[in-house]
């Protein structure tokens, strides 16, 4: 088993002016899935990827850890572009912070292993 979830599909559908972003994990031969619904503008796109990441990371650890989406944000360093991700743990305040290159400019890939980055010692305590 992996340390930490794979990341089997990112499906993002458009409905006029709503977006629809579904992320499927896959943990232990189990998939789990989250999903964001929101504003379909290119600025609320990744937040909605890290919304349903965090949705779907719920479910892989059975609710026994809540996570909200403090901030998400793509950023040039130097030649590449960088994912970054501030996650807040409920439980305890405690912020988490990640980061992902984005690669074959994909972003929304880049967001989910940022989110992933960041909570992944957190989620060896409760996996």
Do not use: Y
Not at 30 to 45: D, L
Not at 93 to 108: C, I, N, P, T
């Amino acid at each position: 088993m992996t340390e930490r979830p794979a990341i089997i599909r990112i499906s993002e559908t458009e409905d006029g002016d709503d977006a629809r972003v579904m992320i499927t994990l896959e943990w232990g031969d189990v998939t789990f899935h989250g999903e964001a619904i929101g504003s379909s503008s290119p600025e609320h796109r990744a937040r909605l990827v890290g919304e349903a990441t965090l949705n779907a990371v719920e479910k892989v650890t059975e609710g026994r850890i809540h996570l909200d989406l403090e901030a998400v944000a793509t950023q040039d360093l130097g030649v590449v572009q960088v994912a970054l991700v501030q996650v807040n743990l409920t439980e305890t305040g405690e912020s988490l912070v990640g980061s992902a290159l984005v690669g074959d400019h994909d972003a929304s890939a880049a967001t989910v292993k940022a989110i992933l980055d960041a909570i992944n010692r957190r989620l060896s305590t409760v996996l």
